[in-house]
């Protein structure tokens, strides 16, 4: 099986394009307008770009009436976002705050998770997720799409400040990614979450490069 997307229909009754770049982390992005309405959605095309400083980027498809994502126009408003590890336990709330509420409303009310005050941030982060990023925002990329929803803004941040609860450290100061289960999106309507790890080595890594690897401060 293969096709052009775009060019010629797809021969399955699912587009097969998200459920092949799996799995996809969960930007959960916090924001605050500068009206001091908080903002709070999930976006599940995120990733880290690099370690010396640390970045990382979140994409957001405008909507399809052509209205920007208010995260995006936040962070470009204030200078920041903040993201949120999203877990298994916190799914519920993941989902609730990804539904197109009206402006105005605070999604952390309505996903019911609590506020915590950022250090640098103007915007609170989401206090029971197991870690946070505060992140100053750098850019913003916009790609053209072939709809309006289709638009897609790319959202580039350095992180300034980690948050890590430490209860989900392990005797030797790793995350304990079993017991966090962080969500991550599969495509369709389907996620999953990460239960278990198994460990790689490069053969003859060592020194500062297998250092750098594992993430040896």
């Known amino acids: 099986m293969h096709y ?3 060019r010629e229909p797809c021969p399955l009754p699912f587009a097969p394009f998200k459920s092949c770049t799996v799995p996809r982390p969960i930007g959960w992005i916090s924001t605050v307008s500068r009206a001091g309405v908080a903002n709070l959605a999930p ?8 370690f010396d400083p640390p970045m990382v980027m979140f994409a957001a498809n405008q909507y399809s009436d052509g209205r920007r994502k208010h995260s995006v126009l936040n962070a470009e408003e204030t200078g920041w976002f903040v993201w949120n590890m999203a877990t298994y336990d916190l799914r519920q709330a993941v989902n609730i705050s990804s539904m197109e509420w009206p402006d105005g409303v605070d999604e952390f009310e309505k996903a019911g998770v609590t506020k915590a005050p950022s250090i640098e ?13 505060e992140c100053r925002y750098l850019s913003t990329h916009r790609l053209r799409g072939n709809s ?3 638009w897609v803004e790319v959202v580039y941040g350095e992180v300034m400040r980690i948050h890590v609860k430490d ?10 990614i079993p017991r966090i289960r962080p969500l991550a999106r599969l495509g369709y309507h389907d996620y999953t979450s990460v239960t278990e790890v198994f460990e790689m080595r490069i053969p003859g890594a060592s020194g500062a490069a297998a250092d750098g690897l594992e993430g040896k401060a």
């Open 4 to 6: 052009a997307p775009g």
């Open 43 to 50: 976006y599940s095309q995120f990733q880290n770009l690099t």
């Open 121 to 133: 941030a103007p915007g609170p982060r989401v206090a029971e997720s197991p870690a946070q990023f």
């Open 148 to 150: 309006s929803h289709g």
């Open 167 to 176: 209860e989900v450290l392990t005797p030797e100061g790793k995350l304990d």
